[in-house]
């Protein structure tokens, strides 16, 4: 450890997270931001281009508590996900964390 260093951090889509968390952990990790933008297969496909939302969701699901901090973030998209906003609340509801829904901002002009 670094003399003065109080927080390790990772942001991460949470796809290896499981398999890695023990390891992290060891390592000093003590804080978690996740990137989860949906909680549906086929619109996680679609924004990360790849599969995995089961995979995202379960980590989130297994954060210990006695993180430092521990947070999911989700952009909301009007058209894509503004929809699931209580279901994030009711999916995380009862894990030690905080959901920070943030809103989407073009930069396309």
Do not use: H, W
């Not at 990790?29 to 599969?51: C, G, H, Q, W, Y």
């Amino acid at each position: 450890k670094l003399e003065g260093l109080k927080t390790i951090a990772v942001t991460t889509n949470g796809i290896n997270l499981t398999r890695l968390l023990p390891r992290l952990k060891e390592a000093g990790l003590n804080a978690i931001n996740i990137s989860l933008d949906t909680l549906v297969p086929a619109k996680f496909e679609f924004i990360v281009r790849r599969k995995g939302t089961n995979l995202s969701s379960k980590a989130v699901m297994q954060i210990p508590s006695g993180m430092l901090s521990c947070l999911v973030n989700c952009v909301v998209m009007r058209g894509l996900n503004e929809d699931e906003l209580l279901d994030f609340v009711d999916f995380t509801k009862d894990l030690p964390l905080d959901v920070r829904f943030i809103e989407y901002m073009p930069f396309d002009g």
